[in-house]
């Protein structure tokens, strides 16, 4: 995978504001603001560089009010950091090949994999697959 390299004002020309201050300033959305994608088989591609992330058939409902997911496509498409903002201690998931900031991922989610991937709406765009 060839990593992708852009400016700010790259990103900023190519993203909707909010998917730019989401994926390139680290923010996150507001819950139960950008959850409504389709309920069909697909992909959840990272909106910057359109990498394949996350497997509809991985996607639950939380009731977190965004996106979660047991799992990702594969664990290198994604890439996990330790985030100790707002006085905590988290782990900030980003995309492997344009490190795009997606969310966070908690170890409070359903089985098989006892993880949440909570990841902002902003942050991904749905490819149905046929």
Do not use: Q
């Amino acid at each position: 995978m060839k990593k992708i390299f852009k400016s700010k004002e790259e990103w900023k020309k190519i993203l909707p504001d909010l998917s730019y201050r989401v994926t390139r300033n680290g923010e996150t959305e507001r819950a139960f603001t950008n959850d409504n994608f389709p309920k069909k088989n697909g992909f959840f591609n990272c909106i910057c560089c359109d990498e394949k992330l996350f497997l509809s058939e991985n996607k639950y409902d939380s009731g977190s009010g965004w996106p979660s997911f047991y799992a990702p496509k594969s664990e290198s498409v994604i890439t996990e950091v330790k985030d100790f903002s707002y006085g905590m201690e988290r782990i900030e998931v980003i995309c492997s090949n344009c490190d795009a900031h997606l969310g966070h991922v908690f170890p409070d989610g359903p089985k098989p994999t006892g993880l949440r991937y909570c990841i902002n709406g902003a942050s991904l765009v749905f490819k149905e697959t046929v």
